[in-house]
């Protein structure tokens, strides 16, 4: 069977993605998440309770703002099936689920975007030119960063591919390791850009989930392999 590394640090919720389809994941994170202060938290909070419209681009962000559940009733708009999985998971609402990533969620949702005050906590390093594109849809929008994400190496494992969700987990990655005999899957055009400077990646996830990705890549070895 084939062992896959699992470069985030959500191995317990991203694991039983690839164990579904048969594949052996191994945890070697290579980003560490570093949250916010406490007051910007409270700030991303109280705006989104205030909002018409919440922008949820990352389930850990719903995992750091109401780790207990809480959320308020404002309708969120998730960037894909995960991030809609968690805003349900913490009592919120959904009313949009994207399925190709921000650039097509704001494609796809402009109309709701131009008329709402949206709320949007995200990540440091959000992409500048989206952040712009959302910024002139949403001329209301606050925004609150409330986490980013530092690359580190991964410990020593054996294995057969490696999958990326974030250019810092290709940046940590490649401070120990390259990609010469292995596999490599990714989900979302920055991280494929991030290895691509590197190595071409062998499976691109059709939707920007480790659902899909895991079933790209079984795909992929069943010809390949």
Same mark, same amino acid.
């Given at each position: 069977?084939?062992? $896959?590394?699992?470069? #985030? &640090?959500?191995? &317990? ?7 579904? =389809? ?10 560490? =998440? ?22 949820? #681009?990352?389930?850990?962000? =719903? &995992? ?7 959320? %308020?009733?404002?309708?969120?708009? #998730? ?41 949007? @906590? ?6 500048? &030119? ?22 580190? /190496? @991964? ?7 490696? =999958? ?26 920055? #991280?494929?850009? /991030? ?5 071409? %990646?062998? $499976? ?9 990705? /895991? ?11």
């Amino acid at each position: 069977m084939t062992r $896959v590394a699992i470069t #985030t &640090d959500r191995f &317990d919720v991203v694991a039983p993605q690839y164990l579904a =389809v048969g594949l052996v994941p191994v945890p070697t994170p290579c980003v560490e =998440v570093v949250a916010a202060g406490e007051e910007i938290l409270t700030r991303a909070r109280e705006a989104a309770s205030r909002a018409d419209l919440l922008l949820i #681009t990352s389930a850990r962000t =719903v &995992d750091l703002l109401w780790p207990e559940g809480g959320m %308020p009733p404002t309708g969120a708009v #998730t960037v894909g099936a995960a991030s809609a999985a968690a805003v349900e998971a913490a009592g919120g609402r959904v009313v949009v689920t994207g399925r190709s990533g921000l650039a097509a969620l704001l494609d796809g949702a402009a109309e709701q975007l131009r008329v709402a005050t949206v709320a949007f @906590p995200h990540a440091a390093g959000t992409d500048p &030119d989206l952040l712009n594109k959302l910024r002139s849809l949403a001329p209301g929008i606050e925004e609150h960063e409330v986490y980013r994400t530092d690359a580190m /190496a @991964p410990e020593p494992a054996l294995v057969q591919a490696v =999958v990326f969700s974030s250019p810092s987990a290709v940046t940590g990655w490649l401070r120990a390791r390259n990609f010469e005999g292995l596999v490599v899957g990714v989900i979302g055009s920055t #991280t494929k850009a /991030a290895v691509a400077r590197h190595h071409l %990646p062998e $499976v691109v996830a059709p939707e920007p989930n480790h659902h899909s990705l /895991a079933q790209a890549l079984t795909s992929y070895l069943e010809v390949s392999v």
